[in-house]
């Protein structure tokens, strides 16, 4: 299992647009994607789950990725997290 | 106090009238509460065929949305339908729906108890955030929940119900509005609900008659019964009698007789008979109304809320995203102007949760947030300067209540200035700038205020509350909140007098401008614009056209040496009654 630690950089933080395009990404991978942020812990994989953690700007996630590509899939969604899902 | 009252089996309710017209058949109670879901055991044998019930749920519901989507892309704004699209991509999470056909076939329930089990746990995690967007987001949440489950049940859909009808409802979502508005719907009464509430704004924009805020119409009426709603002034009737059947009957005889006469006079200026111009514009807060208005004749925007740009979002929209909505307003108006006031919001709006105030109204709102917030009031200054290039763009500052307001809020103007002109970026340099003027200490400085403006624009709704000492929402002393109440009259009349002494135009965007009993009476104090709700608009014109400023200049004079507010409305209707015997007034 891997792990890592992303902090939201874009403005609109984890809101439908770029929770779908975390979801979207993480289905691209076999690994189970996990994403736990205080006491709650979602399936990164499900939209509603995304949604619901609703994650602002400067707000701290730890990720698990579990899996034979999860090496793959947590370099994917870790660049799109830096990247600040392409938003301003 | 109570906003029902009953005589004999007719049950009357009051509330807000939301879009004008009158409507009268029967209710049909839309409740999304009616849905149940009941837990019923299955066998094993009958797994398969559970899931397969659930999967074609899906897909219908899908097709349902997507219908929902296309007919709102023709109607309104693409941006509304962005909501409907998060719900889509809810139905298509595999995760989600893995989790509740796996249940299904271990716990041996039916699908609807589990749909409805698994999405509420979402629903009450959205719920206990602080935040108002993810309460909206829970009401997504519902909303696809409950279209999922009545699929289940194969519940013929409400919007497919027959005939004609009135809805009526908790709230009605803008899909709500959209989907019923394909039938033949009379028109829509609910328990919640403003003048400024989406559905409200949609209803007018479909020419629907809607009563909202009615707080408890849900549990009086029932499917079939008759109900008569009233959207000029915001009533709901339940089993109404026949002469009460009878009076709305003529009064909306009257008000169509009216509003057909009122077209013809849609193209023509707001002019006195004896040629003093008016100008009349509308007060907007969606991009939606903008249509809606100019059909009924409104020549520019005198109050356009940019706060609505605010709405089911918790960060403040990019200064890109604020030129876009800007430019789009501007250009729909052309040749005609628009006057954007900035973003007039409480400190709740921008820190939900962990802010408090005792007592809001006399707390951290309009300008006062803005300017200690300038990260948020430059880029909207920047996005509102880029937006007037065709040079018919104005600027107004809400709740400005000192001078050192007003002269910082323009020095943050000239700063945005200079900062674009280095960057080489286009703008109206001569662009105008002015206040709402709603606090007393405002309407008492208003030659001063003036004397450093390029216009002022008399908000009454809060200027009468504020100076009256009264919450017109506190029924103990709402009576006491009444735009003709001398005080307030000497008031306006002393604002506009100050403006004038500085050669600057003095306009009203409160509700007194689109009180038609007021009319006369504002044209007589030397009142230069009215900016008024679209629905009302052609009834304010036709006043404004029928009097002379000559007539009106000595009602005005007449209402400033009464002392009562009773005795100046009787004055005033009966000059309406006397020069504009076709107008119907409402009584």
Redesign the interface.
């Known amino acids: 299992m891997i792990t890592r630690t992303v902090t939201i950089t874009n ?3 984890l ?2 647009r770029p929770a ?1 395009t975390l ?1 979207k990404t993480a ?1 691209r991978f076999k690994a189970e994607f996990t994403i736990v942020k205080d006491e ?1 812990e979602i ?1 990164g ?5 995304v ?2 953690l ?1 994650a ?2 400067g707000s701290t996630l730890d990720l698990r990725f579990d899996g034979p590509d999860a090496e793959e899939a947590a370099a994917a969604v870790v660049d799109l997290f830096a990247r600040g899902f392409d938003e ?1 | 106090m109570s906003n029902i009252e009953m005589h004999g089996s007719e049950i009357i309710i009051k509330g807000i009238a939301a879009a004008p017209g009158i409507a009268i058949g029967p209710a049909y109670l839309y409740s999304k509460q009616a849905i149940r879901a009941q837990m019923k055991p299955i066998e094993t044998t009958e797994i398969d065929s559970e899931i397969e019930r659930l999967r074609r749920s899906v897909a219908r519901a899908e097709k349902e949305l997507r219908k929902i989507i296309e007919f709102a892309q023709q109607k309104l704004d693409p941006d509304d339908t ?1 909501i409907l699209e ?1 719900q889509i ?2 139905l ?5 729906m893995g989790s509740i056909e796996q249940r299904i076939g271990r716990e041996l329930r039916n699908a609807e108890f589990i749909v409805f089990d698994e ?1 509420s746990k ?1 629903k009450r ?2 719920l206990s ?1 602080p935040d108002e ?2 309460h909206e ?1 829970a009401h997504d ?1 519902d909303d696809v929940m409950n279209r999922i489950i009545r699929n289940i049940q194969d519940q013929k859909l409400v919007s497919r119900l027959e005939g004609e009808a009135i809805i009526v409802s908790e709230t009605l979502t803008p899909a709500d509005t959209i989907i019923f508005s394909r039938n033949k719907i009379l028109g829509y009464a609910t328990d919640i609900g403003g003048v400024t509430s989406h559905a409200a704004i949609l209803s007018r924009a479909l020419k629907i008659p809607a009563v909202v805020g009615l707080r408890t119409v849900t549990r009086h009426v029932q499917t079939g019964d008759t109900l008569a709603i009233d959207g000029y002034s915001g009533v709901a009737v339940i089993n109404p009698a026949d002469d009460t059947l009878q009076a709305l009957e003529r009064k909306a005889r009257r008000f169509r007789e009216f509003e057909e006469r009122l077209n013809d006079i849609a193209g023509l200026a707001a002019d006195t008979a004896d040629h003093k111009h008016i100008e009349l514009s509308v007060n907007v807060e969606f991009f939606e109304e903008i249509d809606f208005a100019q059909t009924h004749g409104a020549a520019g925007i005198g109050l356009f809320r940019t706060e609505g740009l605010l709405i089911g ?3 403040v929209p ?1 200064e ?1 995203e604020q030129v876009d909505s800007y430019r789009k307003i501007a250009d729909a108006v052309f040749p005609h102007t628009v006057i954007f006031r900035v973003f007039d919001v409480g400190g709740d709006k921008l820190a939900p949760g962990s802010f408090h105030e005792d007592n809001p109204f006399l707390g951290w709102r309009g300008i006062r947030v803005l300017l200690d917030r300038p990260e948020l009031f430059v880029p909207q200054l920047r996005a509102i300067l880029r937006a007037s290039t065709r040079k018919n763009v104005r600027i107004m500052f809400p709740m400005v209540s000192t001078l050192q307001e007003l002269r910082r809020a323009k020095e943050l103007l000239a700063g945005a200035k200079r900062e674009l002109e280095k960057q080489g970026t286009a703008f109206d340099s001569s662009i105008k700038a002015g206040i709402m003027v709603e606090v007393p200490s405002a309407a008492i400085l208003a030659e001063q205020m003036a004397a450093e403006t390029d216009f002022l624009s008399i908000g009454t709704n809060d200027l009468i509350q504020y100076m009256l000492a009264v919450d017109r929402d506190n029924n103990a002393v709402a009576t006491l909140y009444t735009a003709f109440d001398p005080a307030v009259i000497r008031t306006v009349k002393m604002i506009i007098d100050a403006g004038h002494r500085r050669n600057v135009w003095v306009g009203m965007c409160g509700e007194m401008a689109g009180d038609p009993l007021a009319t006369v009476l504002l044209v007589g104090l030397g009142l230069d614009e009215f900016s008024v709700i679209p629905s009302v608009l052609p009834e304010i014109k036709k006043i404004i056209r029928s009097i002379r400023f000559k007539d009106a200049r000595r009602v005005a004079e007449k209402v400033l040496a009464m002392d009562s507010p009773e005795q100046i409305r009787d004055y005033l209707s009966s000059v309406i009654k006397d020069q504009i015997p076709e107008l119907p007034l409402e009584e």
């Open positions: 403005r609109a933080g809101h439908t779908a979801v289905a709650f399936n994989k499900s939209i509603i789950g949604m619901t609703a602002e700007q301003e | 962005k998060a991509m809810i298509g999470d595999t995760i989600l999405i979402y995690l959205m955030a967007y993810m987001r949440v979002r918790t960060s990019s890109e």
